[in-house]
């Protein structure tokens, strides 16, 4: 009798570890600029980032504008996306395609989720594998919806999610009838965009609002970024540093991808092109450099859709993989040990050293 527990239970075991691990490592409680998100409703200016605080103003009000309650409205999304995680990573039959989880969770990127928790990214990620599962299961322009509404919570997802979904749909369906269903948020991202910045005396409006409503400090620089539209803030961002620090992950990255499209040569017609698709869906988010500087967070996105768009391939290719691949598809994650994602707030993450450890606000109340 072989006693030996197989790579299949050893990397499910890792899987709940590495779950733990980056619980430990960036646990955080939501800081002020999320919560103060949490609040913006279609009443203060329009669509742009106002889904969620129109859906749940009511939840808010009931509750008197708890801090907590924004807090646990943000760790139910967070748990959400955990529990997709691993029960994904749980059942899938492939052990390679749980690799690429356990990867994910060991690496900075499993801790920077945690660190992250209260970002609108998180709901954006939960409403794309909620189109994921009924893809094959609805009508494309129903399967569709919760992607194309994500558009409302943060119009990111047009080079996040979306791109993820289009390459998923692109590599199960081919170049089909499927792809029209992507008219929907491709016309929520035109409304986003034609609404642009808030009018005159909007934001100040509705700093008003906050300022009497809700019982602690909130980020004014929060709302005043309404104030700005895609072109004030190609302006307004330097994005030089972040070409700079993108660049590594993107080469990186683009090797892995050109290696798969080089192998691929005697599997199908068109080797180089599913390849190709990947590299722009895991890349995309690097998009948001022209207008946004948390250029961590969006090396962690970056890093979220290449794990997805592995996953994901995997799951299709026809081919076996060997170290080759391996290698190159864990370099990305290698060089966050050279190039750390720095955390917001002044914040670390913890040492494995526990009994040296500077807790950095483990259930610190943000105060800034």
């Known amino acids: 009798m072989d006693t030996k527990p197989s790579t ?38 329009g669509l742009r980032r106002s889904l969620l605080g129109t859906v749940l103003s009511p939840l808010w009000g009931a509750f008197d504008y708890s801090y907590w309650v924004f807090a646990a409205v943000a760790f139910a999304i967070l748990v959400a996306l955990l529990i997709t995680i691993a029960v994904v990573g749980w059942r899938v039959k492939n052990d390679a395609q749980r690799f690429v989880i356990v990867l994910w969770l060991f690496a900075p990127t499993g801790a920077y989720l945690f660190h992250e928790v209260g970002y609108l990214d998180q709901l954006l990620y939960s409403l794309l594998f909620f189109s994921v599962w009924m893809w094959s299961r609805w009508n494309a322009f129903v399967a569709i919806l919760p992607v194309t509404l994500s558009i409302f919570v943060h119009e990111s997802a047009m080079v996040t999610t979306v791109p993820l979904l289009l390459f998923l749909a692109i590599v199960k369906d081919g170049l089909s009838r499927k792809l029209l269903a992507f008219t929907l948020p491709l016309a929520a991202a035109v409304i986003v965009a034609l609404q642009g910045s808030w009018r005159d005396g909007q934001s100040a409006s509705t700093i008003e609002r906050l300022s009497s409503t809700l019982p602690f400090a909130f980020r004014e620089d929060a709302v005043l970024l309404f104030d700005m539209g895609i072109r004030d803030t190609w302006v307004y961002v330097n994005q030089v540093p972040g070409l700079n620090i993108a660049a590594p992950y993107t080469i990186a990255i683009g090797l892995f991808w050109l290696l798969q499209g080089l192998r691929n040569r005697g599997v199908g017609s068109k080797p180089f092109m599913i390849p190709t698709l990947a590299f722009i869906a895991s890349i995309a988010p690097f998009i948001l450099i022209a207008g946004g500087y948390d250029i961590y967070r969006w090396v962690f996105l970056v890093l979220a859709n290449f794990a997805i768009v592995v996953y994901w391939w995997l799951g299709e290719s026809a081919r076996s993989h060997d170290l080759a691949d391996m290698a190159l598809g864990v370099l990305p994650f290698v060089l966050l040990f050279y190039a750390p994602l720095m955390y917001f707030d002044e914040y670390a993450p913890r040492s494995l050293l526990f009994w040296t450890v500077d807790d950095h606000g483990f259930w610190k109340f943000p105060t800034s």
Do not use: E, K
Not at 21 to 39: E, H, I, K, M, S
């Open 8 to 45: 299949t239970t050893v990397l499910r075991a890792m899987l709940l570890i590495g779950v733990v691990l980056a619980a430990y490592t960036g646990f955080r409680l939501p800081n002020l600029w999320t919560v103060t998100l949490y609040n913006i409703s279609v009443q203060d200016g």
